[in-house]
């Protein structure tokens, strides 16, 4: 799936008329809200085939949208749907505002601390909290953690650089040596300005 982003998948009917709900794996609702071809992809399919969303909406409280696809008319035709994925084209990306970032692109990256640009690791993760966390994966473990969560602000996170494949940090004492555990989604990740909690 190089060039698709998933950014739901159906998992069952809704009533009788051939809807379908959908879990969302994206942070734009408009892909579930505006009428337009679409593309489903098939469990076990390489390739996605075309289908048109006629409208949808949010299910309030469930965190799932239902979708009316064309062609689809009754609860037998929607089951038959069940865990397909919706995907969009990966040129089909949404323009972000500066400091904001898909995920799928920081996924990769190397992580350089700014003022010794030593290489810290390389970015595993993206979790959504408060602020956005970075999961980590460190080149040099000093201890038995193998990963480390860097809170996803601009006073540790000066600088994210696409072009270059890298961030630089500007890590506070003791961050380095912390330890986690811990999708791909079409997520976005913003960077505030202002500081951890």
């Keep these: 799936m190089a ?5 739901g998948k159906i998992v069952g009917a809704q009533g009788l008329k051939g809807e379908v709900r959908v879990y969302p794996d994206t942070d734009f609702p408009e892909r579930f809200e505006d009428p337009g071809q679409r593309w489903l992809l098939q469990p076990g399919a390489t390739e ?34 069940r865990d397909c994925l919706l995907v969009v ?7 972000l505002d500066d400091d904001e970032y898909h995920v ?19 970015v595993t ?10 999961q980590v994966e460190l080149a040099n473990p000093q201890t038995k953690a193998k990963t480390v969560l860097i809170p996803f602000v601009k006073a540790i ?5 696409l072009t270059q494949q890298r961030i630089e940090i500007t890590p506070p004492a003791g961050l380095i040596e912390g330890s986690v555990q811990p999708s791909l989604d079409e997520s976005i990740s913003t960077l505030p300005n202002e500081e951890p909690m």
């Design 3 to 7: 060039e698709w982003i998933p950014i």
């Design 48 to 81: 996605p085939q075309p289908i048109e969303l006629k409208s949808g909406r949010l299910l309030p409280g469930k965190g799932l949208y239902v979708l009316k696809l064309g062609g689809i008319t009754d609860r037998t035709q929607a089951e038959a749907l």
């Design 104 to 122: 799928r692109d920081l996924l990769g990256l190397s992580v350089v601390d700014q003022v010794s640009q030593v290489l810290i690791g390389t």
């Design 157 to 161: 996170v000066p600088i994210v650089d």
């Design 89 to 95: 084209d990966e040129r089909d990306r949404p323009q």
């Design 125 to 134: 993760d993206v979790i959504p909290a408060g602020n956005d966390l970075l």
